[in-house]
């Protein structure tokens, strides 16, 4: 406590000197029309800021946002963790999140071709969150006008409303509710457009494909390609991407992950003079402002230092079960791997049932369950957008605990199966997420359960669980290498 509370006080110091500090004023510049038939186009929109070119090793001065981590700002500003250290010796060596707002000095080395710094939503609106919380997407569709009032379609078992689709997808994915509206809305004009014509809506959000066609397709497509580059600049690794004319985009150091992801979506759904339009205030931004308000009131949704909650194995630690997947995606295909999978002990192979159950890894309330799934809120507030929560994977629909119920840590939950999802064989899918934001499995707040850490691997469901000197290797066909020791002590 005493730390902390020296660390705050030099926060406090920092952001008085850094107030009255010089800073380059930004020039202006207006995007570069793809040709000349679209020069009108671009000079009509506002006009971005840039960066100067920057001395190698410059320190510049940056407002740390919610969620940014030493190697990602380290990749994003193209230095390393040990000079930004240097430059701010404040930061605790344990430090995981940085604190949203705290003032800091980073060296930097120039890039070409660094994109606008204009950032089009924060990164809590983004995420199916906190700010999530008071919106209910059907009774916004219900008072609204625009074909999306009127739309049904088929979906996940059902004739489907579009806010029901909409708060579905924002449940599974995480992605709020109000992004994907305004998407719709940018995109597929659902709320001005009195009718939506079939050869619209078969690619409403730009995604060419021959399978996520329609509105629900099309939302579940983009949100698994939003979190993907969310996720990957979180942790700095979406860098750069091209646009449609073949040009090259780096996002500004300065952004935010929800800025990136929507500047990447539109990057591989449009021309390059649209996607100008999109990424700039007169673009998304303006459209989701319209329908929602002015997203900067909201608080961040990830402090400082962020820390997870003591979490066990998810099974009873007297029979030996099976690590059968390293770090991987969480819900979706792609970015980011929060999930771990593990087997139960088993002389047969494939989908057979299970004897043995899955357990609760830490206090909770069971708040949603659907095909296999069940999900444990930890703050057991009821709401799964806030606070710490753990998704389970996989549970037979039979034996299940039902919503509403309290656990224990170490409470049976119920049995591992082949149900929602693809299943190679009898397993559970466990992964996190702290309000809203899916958690990496092995980043700077790792998935540590009983004490076990893991490592991803080279490709999703590989790597290994540490403790101490003991590893074990995932595999999705378990032998040795891959069971779990059991724990004499529990």
């Avoid at 809120?377 to 709401?383: E, F, H, N, T, V």
């Avoid at 939950?413 to 009898?426: V, Y």
Wanted: aromatic share 10%; glycine share 10%; charged share 20%.
């Amino acid at each position: 406590m005493k730390n902390l509370k020296i660390y705050l006080t030099l926060c406090i110091i920092i952001s008085i000197l850094a107030a009255c500090s010089p800073s380059m004023p930004a020039t202006m510049i207006y995007p570069t029309p793809v040709d000349e038939g679209e020069t009108e186009i671009a000079v009509d929109m506002t006009p971005f800021p840039t960066r100067p070119a920057y001395q190698p090793g410059e320190l510049v001065d940056y407002i740390a946002q919610t969620g940014d981590t030493l190697p990602a700002l380290a990749a994003r500003f193209n230095t390393t963790e040990d000079e930004i250290r240097k430059a701010n010796p404040i930061i605790p060596e344990d430090a995981s999140t940085m604190p949203p707002g705290m003032p800091m000095q980073i060296p930097i080395y120039y890039q070409s071709l660094w994109g606008t710094p204009f950032q089009m939503i924060p990164d809590a609106v983004f995420v199916n969150g906190p700010d999530a919380t008071g919106f209910d997407a059907t009774a916004f569709v219900a008072q609204s006008e625009g074909w999306i009032q009127s739309y049904t379609a088929w979906a996940f078992s059902g004739k489907r409303t579009a806010g029901e689709i909409v708060d579905y997808i924002g449940l599974n994915y995480s992605i709020s509710p109000k992004v994907q509206l305004a998407l719709l809305d940018y995109l597929g004009g659902a709320f001005t457009q009195p009718e939506l014509a079939p050869v619209v809506e078969r690619n409403i959000l730009g995604l060419e494909t021959n399978y996520w066609t329609g509105v629900y397709l099309q939302l579940s497509h983009a949100a698994d390609l939003l979190n993907d580059s969310y996720y990957r600049w979180r942790k700095g690794d979406l860098l750069e991407f091209e646009l449609a004319d073949g040009s090259l985009v780096r996002p500004d150091p300065w952004q935010n992950a929800a800025t990136v992801a929507l500047q990447h979506f539109f990057s591989q759904t449009m021309e390059t003079a649209d996607f100008y339009r999109a990424i700039g205030p007169d673009g998304f931004s303006l459209t989701y402002q319209t329908l929602f308000g002015d997203p900067w009131e909201v608080e961040p949704h990830i402090p400082g230092s962020l820390q997870q909650p003591e979490m066990f194995l998810p099974f009873a630690l007297d029979k030996s079960w099976a690590f059968t997947g390293g770090p991987h995606t969480g819900w979706g295909s792609m970015e980011p791997w929060t999930a771990l999978d593990f087997a139960p002990p088993s002389t047969v192979s494939g989908c057979s049932p299970a004897t043995v159950p899955t357990t609760a890894v830490a206090d909770g309330l069971v708040v949603r369950d659907g095909n296999g799934l069940l999900l444990l809120d930890l703050d057991r507030d009821g709401d799964e957008r806030t606070g710490w929560v753990v998704l389970y994977l996989h549970i037979a629909k039979e034996g299940r605990v039902p919503v509403g119920t309290q656990v224990r840590a170490g409470d049976p939950l119920g049995f591992p199966s082949c149900e929602g999802g693809r299943a190679t064989g009898t397993h559970i899918h466990v992964a996190r997420k702290y309000n809203g934001e899916w958690i990496e499995a092995d980043g700077p707040v790792p998935f540590e359960l009983s004490g076990w850490r893991p490592i991803r691997g080279d490709q999703p469901y590989r790597g290994w669980l540490v403790k101490g000197e003991m590893m074990v290797l995932a595999s999705e066909n378990p032998d040795g290498r891959s069971l779990i020791p059991i724990d004499p002590d529990g």
